[in-house]
């Protein structure tokens, strides 16, 4: 089972930010502070407390401390379950579960798709383009294969034009991983991609308010 959290962090103001981020470790408050602009800041709070509440929902909070990143940059906690991370436009998207997992999300802008088409499998370009939906659908395409990425942490960038993720599963780095897209906020794609086939996943909005 996945589950997931979620929260528009422009409701916090700025001067909210010292006050939560004093809550965490200071290699958390760290990671939080090295980012200049104010939204970034609360982007990466809120995802570090949606961390901390998770842990301590599961009787776990002392495992805050074992916040580590791996090779690939991908940060984990020895001793708990799988999570990971997302953020765009104003929302911070946390996931964890016992599955393998990574998440995307992706607020949707205008832009040139065409400029974007090294990347998309043949299926994927008849996908997008030969609808009236090009943007959602370039996006759900989007999402799916951030989220493999972050799922694998291996570098895929010289092979995204070969997975076909208009597919429910693709098959890579010696196993299946399959994809759910969510209609998590208005505006925004959103795509877990996970190793666990007809994946639970539940989602729920975070109260900053509610944290300690």
């Avoid at 832009?111 to 088409?117: I, K, M, N, R, S």
Wanted: net charge negative; proline share 1%; glycine share 6%.
């Amino acid at each position: 089972m996945v589950k997931i959290l979620y929260s528009d962090v422009s409701l916090l103001d700025d001067v909210g930010i010292y006050a939560y981020t004093a809550t965490l470790p200071l290699n958390l408050q760290q990671d939080v502070m090295k980012y200049r602009n104010a939204i970034d800041r609360k982007l990466a709070l809120y995802a570090r407390l949606m961390l901390k509440a998770s842990l301590e929902e599961d009787g776990c909070g002392g495992l805050i401390h074992e916040w580590k990143r791996d090779d690939s940059n991908k940060p984990g906690i020895c001793g708990w379950q799988s999570f990971n991370i997302s953020h765009s436009g104003k929302f911070s998207v946390f996931a964890y579960g016992d599955s393998v997992m990574g998440i995307d999300l992706e607020e949707k802008q205008l832009l040139d798709y065409h400029e974007l088409e090294h990347i998309l499998h043949d299926n994927e370009k008849q996908y997008v383009f030969e609808t009236s939906h090009a943007m959602d659908r370039f996006y759900e395409i989007w999402t799916k294969k951030e989220a493999l990425l972050k799922a694998t942490g291996v570098g895929l960038i010289n092979e995204l034009s070969s997975l076909d993720c208009t597919q429910a599963c693709v098959f890579y780095a010696d196993r299946n991983w399959f994809f759910y897209s969510l209609p998590l906020v208005e505006g925004y794609a959103f795509s877990v991609c996970s190793d666990t086939a007809d994946e639970t996943i539940s989602t729920g909005e975070f109260d900053i308010k509610l944290t300690k």
